[in-house]
């Protein structure tokens, strides 16, 4: 008798596939015969990058800060995965953006809001709306950031929603376990993107967005709870974190002054 062999399709949805690193992500593992759910917010975007770069991908795009449009999508994904009889076997919780707080002492709360919201309130709205979609065996990863070992000048926002992005992501690390759904946590150094492309200071270390993707597939492949990469700067930031306050701040003072600044002082 011949056996017939059936080869499963691993499904990822990835949010943020539209730039950057989540786009790398999608055509990765597009390239690697996976079934991708490309999400996005800008339609005419997605819509090019699905005739382009992302051929075989299913697109949907909507506003992750937009609770109803999140639960809209979910719908039909959870209709698009029972016609296909297919389940989510990654999660990448990747979309995000960066807002700088230029003057501490008149905080603009509602670039705080805004940042807060998007990196980390409608984090929650995809957790409401894509868990109940996941499987047992299934994995999750959240986007947070190296940001969150140390604290930056002018990170107030982005750095407080990853740390919270940090701790949402070893809490639901305990209570899904029993789900049998495991949990990552992924701490870029920086990326090269267009997120980046707007910082007015040294980024020391960077990587490109080809780097960033496989240092991430890597560490999902191998559920690891923290991604975290380009090594050689994360663990610096890790060691710099166990040195006296006075100390670190110092170091982050110098090294994080727009360049500008650095420029006006020599
Ligand atoms: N680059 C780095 O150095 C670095 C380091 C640490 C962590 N990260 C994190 O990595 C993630 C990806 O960043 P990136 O550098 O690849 O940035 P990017 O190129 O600017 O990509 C950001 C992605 O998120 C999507 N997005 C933003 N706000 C959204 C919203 N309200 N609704 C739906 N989608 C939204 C964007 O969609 P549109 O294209 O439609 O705007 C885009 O696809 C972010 O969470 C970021 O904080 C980046």
């Not at 501490?104 to 894509?130: P, Q, S, W």
């Not at 780097?211 to 060691?239: C, D, M, N, Q, V």
Request: proline content about 3%.
């Amino acid at each position: 008798m011949t056996s017939v062999q059936i080869h499963k399709i691993n499904t990822v949805l990835i949010t943020g596939a539209s730039s950057g690193i989540g786009l790398q992500l999608a055509q990765d593992y597009l390239a690697a015969g996976w079934h991708v759910i490309a999400c996005g917010r800008d339609k005419a975007k997605l819509d090019a990058l699905a005739d382009t770069v992302l051929v075989g991908a299913t697109c949907f795009n909507f506003d992750i800060t937009e609770r109803s449009q999140v639960q809209q999508v979910a719908t039909q994904v959870g209709d698009l995965l029972s016609s296909s009889a297919c389940q989510l076997d990654l999660v990448i919780l990747n979309a995000g953006g960066c807002e700088y707080i230029d003057d501490a002492k008149h905080f603009d709360d509602r670039l705080f809001e805004r940042v807060v919201h998007t990196n980390l309130i409608a984090m929650g709205y995809c957790l409401g709306a894509f868990l109940p979609l996941m499987a047992k065996g299934s994995h999750l990863a959240l986007m947070s950031s190296s940001a969150t070992y140390l604290a930056f000048p002018r990170a107030e926002a982005y750095g407080a929603s990853k740390a919270g992005v940090q701790y949402l992501a070893a809490s639901l690390r305990l209570d899904l376990a029993q789900h049998g759904i495991s949990v990552s946590v992924i701490c870029p150094g920086f990326v090269a993107t267009p997120l980046t492309a707007k910082n007015d200071f040294a980024m020391p270390m960077q990587v490109d967005t080809q780097s960033a993707s496989t240092a991430i597939r890597r560490g999902l492949l191998r559920r690891e709870t923290e991604i975290h990469f380009p090594k050689r700067f994360t663990y610096l930031l890790k060691l710099m974190s166990f040195l006296p306050a006075f100390v670190w701040q110092k170091m982050i003072q110098r090294d994080s002054q727009p360049r500008a600044l650095k420029d006006a002082g020599r």
